[in-house]
C-alpha cells in the first residue's frame, strides 16, 4: 500500500511553541480569571485537549467556550511574529553572515562562533523564500529590529563609546541569561 500521508506532531517535536502557548494561556487566564496561573502549573496541562485544559480553571463550564477562542485568537495573532522571531530571522542572519567575502577564509581563526552563527545557512531555498514571503510582515519587522541594534553596535564602534558598547553587550547577556 504507497504511503498516502505522514503526520507529525509539530508543537515540541518540529517547533518548540512552549513560550507562545504559556503566553496565550497567560493571557486568557488574566482576562477570565483575572489573575495569572503559574507557568509550571500551566505546563502541567501541556497534552491535554485545549478544552480539558481550559475546564480545570473555568469558573463555571459555560465561559469554556470562550476561553478557548480567546485562547486561540491570542495563538493565531502571534504565532507568525514568533516564527519571525525564533526561526526566520535566524535563517535570514546566517545566510547574511555567510554572504560575507571573508567567509571563505574562516578556517583557523574561529573557535565556533563562525560555526554557531553560520549553522542554519545550510537552507533549503525554495522552502524557506515561500515561507520569508508569507510571513513578510513579521520578518520584515523583525529585520528592521536587527538593523536597528547592529547600527547601535555600529555607532559605539564608530565613535569608540566603550561605555555604551559594553552596556549594550551587558544587556544583551542579561537578557539571553534570563529567558534562556
Not at 469558573?59 to 485562547?71: L, N
Not at 545550510?122 to 514571503?133: G, P, Q, S, V, Y
Not at 536597528?148 to 566603550?162: H, P, Q, R
Request: glycine residues 4%; proline residues 4%.
Amino acid at each position: 500500500m504507497p504511503i498516502k500521508g505522514i503526520l507529525f506532531d509539530f508543537d515540541g517535536t518540529l517547533a518548540n511553541t512552549t513560550d507562545l502557548i504559556l503566553a496565550a494561556f497567560d493571557h486568557t487566564f488574566t482576562r477570565f480569571l483575572k489573575r495569572r496561573v503559574p507557568r509550571e502549573e500551566i505546563i502541567k496541562t501541556f497534552g491535554l485537549p485545549l478544552a480539558d485544559a481550559m475546564a480545570m480553571y473555568a469558573p463555571s463550564p459555560d465561559m469554556i467556550a470562550d476561553m478557548r477562542a480567546v485562547y486561540r485568537q491570542f495563538n493565531l495573532e502571534h504565532h507568525d511574529e514568533m516564527i519571525a522571531f525564533t526561526s526566520q530571522i535566524a535563517h535570514v542572519l546566517a545566510c547574511s553572515y555567510v554572504l560575507s567575502p571573508l567567509a571563505p577564509y574562516h578556517a583557523g581563526y574561529s573557535a565556533g562562533s563562525y560555526r554557531d552563527v553560520s549553522r542554519v545557512a545550510r537552507i533549503n531555498a525554495d522552502m524557506w523564500t515561500e515561507l520569508f514571503i508569507d510571513n513578510k510582515e513579521p520578518l520584515v519587522r523583525e529585520i528592521d529590529d536587527l538593523v536597528s541594534n547592529l547600527m547601535k553596535f555600529k555607532y559605539c564602534i564608530v565613535n569608540e563609546d566603550a561605555n555604551e558598547l559594553c552596556e549594550l553587550m551587558k544587556k544583551g547577556n542579561k537578557i539571553k541569561e534570563e529567558i534562556g
